[in-house]
């Protein structure tokens, strides 16, 4: 059986944006960009369409047959927001609720044992990340960089802007709210009216993979990945600079081939960080001073995860990896998902959820890697990972799908 690959246009499309980006930016000062946002998507469309509209992956017979055999996740409920074209949303839990965002600038509340809406706020805003969440506060981008705060009675807090788009959700600690934006620049705001407390101001390479890699906040520091592989850890509090480390080193002739951006966020326990680059290396780090403890060839777009044992990586072209936090010793790899582009992993309990392109939400065996359940959605892609409820998961589709499951997988 052959199955039509549901390539990604998105991603050509992000970097014929991030060239466009970078040529303004870069080469023509402080001009005003005079191209049709709607028109540079139908242009690197017709790019992508060039390059996928032949390509073919035949899956295996005996694997199709396994994955329609495996048994379905209990699912909770389902509902519905709007569909989204570009941007990618990552449900929020949060005190018994669950806060979904959608591009149309819908913020909504529901009860995350039923299902039930609760409130729902309509904007004039695009949003372009979220949800965010802490601290008894909601947090969202736009695609304009500002960045909205509101209360868990959806009463608006207040409104920042910053330099460009935020592709990522807004994250706070400590009462400081970080910010990442497509720039390459990290904001801290004072999470109590949005004014300015820090910026860092990232390098930017000529190309890069346009991504929702976010931050990582812990241990009053934030941590985060950049293209051309390189992590830094910042101060929460001032925005100084504690340690830069590489993760992976440019390699190839070409600009593509070159490319090697942490494009996810770093996961961090009490005594390593570790992150992974695009067409790189898989790394750990000592979370005090930044030296490498490890590190292994690895290529992830997706993102990673760890426990007390492994970091769980989702790998390139449908892998899902499992590695030594210790050694970094390859322990298990699944492959047989029937999908080649997969979600960030997370961790529930003693198992391991992936989500797809396909819509499908997919629980493994932490130990080896076996795949013990998966149900569908609405079958449009996941774009992000599934987010942790008490007792079982939500995950969000690009049609605008929201499906609660059970965690008596």
């Avoid at 690959?5 to 998105?10: C, P, Q, V």
């Avoid at 018994?96 to 044992?113: F, M, N, P, Q």
């Avoid at 030594?324 to 960030?344: H, P």
Wanted: one cysteine or more; aromatic letters at 10%.
């Amino acid at each position: 059986m052959t199955v039509l690959l549901n390539f990604t246009k998105r991603w050509l499309r992000s970097i014929f944006c991030s060239l466009s980006i970078a040529v303004l930016t870069t080469g023509c000062g402080s001009m005003i960009n005079p191209f049709n946002t709607r028109l540079i998507e139908d242009i690197s469309t017709g790019i992508s369409d060039m390059f996928v509209e032949n390509e073919v992956i035949v899956y295996d017979k005996e694997e199709l047959n396994a994955l329609k055999a495996t048994d379905k996740i209990p699912a909770k409920w389902k509902n519905k927001v709007s569909e989204n074209e570009i941007a990618a949303f990552y449900p929020a839990y949060e005190n018994g609720a669950v806060y979904i965002a959608d591009e149309s600038g819908k913020l909504t509340k529901y009860e995350a044992a039923t299902g039930k809406q609760l409130w729902q706020i309509k904007t004039q805003n695009k949003f372009s990340a979220g949800v965010g969440i802490g601290e008894g506060i909601i947090l969202v981008g736009t695609f304009k960089g500002e960045v909205l705060a509101y209360n868990e009675s959806g009463h608006m807090l207040w409104q920042a802007t910053v330099t460009s788009e935020i592709l990522s959700p807004p994250q706070i600690q400590n009462s400081i709210v970080v910010v990442r934006t497509v720039d390459g620049r990290i904001f801290g705001l004072d999470a109590v009216d949005g004014k300015r407390k820090w910026i860092y101001q990232g390098a930017t390479p000529p190309l890069t993979v346009r991504s929702t890699a976010g931050i990582t906040l812990a241990h009053g520091a934030v941590f985060a990945g950049f293209p051309g592989g390189k992590m830094i850890a910042m101060s929460l509090f001032n925005g100084n600079i504690g340690w830069e480390v590489t993760v992976s080193q440019p390699r190839g002739v070409t600009e593509l081939e070159r490319m090697t951006d942490i494009t996810s966020s770093p996961v961090v326990n009490n005594r390593l960080v570790c992150a992974v680059a695009y067409q790189g290396r898989l790394a750990c780090f000592a979370i005090n001073d930044g030296t490498q403890i490890w590190s292994r060839e690895s290529s992830s777009s997706a993102g990673l995860a760890m426990d007390n044992d492994y970091v769980y990586v989702t790998e390139d072209k449908g892998v899902v990896a499992a590695y030594d936090l210790l050694s970094g010793a390859s322990m298990w790899k699944q492959s047989r998902l029937g999908s080649k582009k997969l979600t960030r992993p997370i961790i529930k309990g003693q198992y391991i959820v992936v989500s797809d392109d396909k819509g499908f939400v997919n629980i493994l065996r932490n130990y080896d890697g076996l795949l013990i359940a998966r149900s569908a959605t609405d079958g449009s892609m996941i774009h992000n990972s599934a987010s942790q409820m008490p007792d079982g998961v939500v995950v969000q589709t690009a049609k605008g799908g929201i499906y609660a499951f059970s965690e008596q997988f």
